[in-house]
């Protein structure tokens, strides 16, 4: 039996393009939970259950973590109770075989409101955000000379707002290593952009940049496919438009 009610979102884009910014806004107007790899992962270690303990087998070896692992991982997590009504995925599917993977779970393929949306933007706007972070090794705080900039600098340096440590580039914001990242996430990323593409469920948000215009873009592809009924945050209904099924 088709699920109407529950919606699927998937975030893709290369890194830096505020996936993590556009989860929290998503998460906050749809009332369905986040669910990120890493932190599925970090859970699991942290539990030390017979899924972490596997996952850590690779982890510290600085390898991936195989597909089935990360697979038995989402499994798990989508069977809680708070992910009834829907899920918004961040870092999975990373490549086609997940996307394959999801396409087959139990949880997904009975599901009309799916949305891969991609936040496509330029390679030059990539290497300028990450290249303009700073981060404080102290209290983990981030900021962006762009848009978050610190408000104390000490003979040329940046320094934390809220413990005063000076500020650092991470070796991944580092240019050169943002381009290596990019050239990894396109090798990965585009054959599943494809993947998605052919199944009727992928939607594309080109070279918006302002955070907010991006999240106008997504309720904008959301809402134009569903009715929802926002009055009970706690019990969003959804209706299919006449769009394909994806399974």
């Given at each position: 039996m088709t699920n109407h009610k529950k919606l699927i979102i998937i975030l893709l884009g290369p890194p830096g393009a505020g996936k993590g910014t556009q989860a929290k806004l998503i998460e906050d107007r749809y009332n369905i939970p986040h669910i990120s790899t890493g932190d599925i992962l970090r859970d699991a270690i942290l539990k030390n259950s017979a899924l972490g303990k596997k996952a850590n087998?690779?982890?510290q070896k600085g390898?991936?973590?195989p597909d089935n692992i990360i697979f038995d991982l989402i499994e798990n997590r989508v069977d809680q109770p708070?992910?009834?009504?829907?899920?918004?995925f961040d870092g999975f599917p990373r490549n086609v075989r997940q996307a394959k993977m999801l396409q087959n779970m139990d949880y997904i393929k009975d599901c009309e409101n799916f949305f891969a949306i991609l936040i496509n933007i330029p390679d030059e706007e990539v290497i300028k955000r990450l290249s303009n972070r700073r981060y404080c090794p102290k209290c983990k705080s981030i900021y962006n000379l762009i848009h978050k900039i610190p408000k104390r600098k000490v003979n040329g340096v940046y320094l934390c707002d809220y413990c005063g440590t000076e500020l650092i580039i991470r070796d991944d914001d580092k240019v050169e290593t943002v381009k290596n990242r990019l050239k990894v996430y396109y090798d990965s990323a585009e054959p599943m952009i494809d993947f998605f593409r052919n199944l009727s469920v992928l939607h594309i948000i080109e070279d918006t940049v302002l955070q907010e215009d991006v999240f106008h873009e997504i309720t904008k592809i959301i809402e134009e496919e569903l009715i929802y009924e926002p009055s009970d945050r706690h019990k969003l209904s959804f209706a299919s438009s006449e769009r394909q099924k994806w399974s």
């Open positions: 087998f690779y982890m390898d991936l973590v708070e992910c009834k009504n829907g899920v918004l």
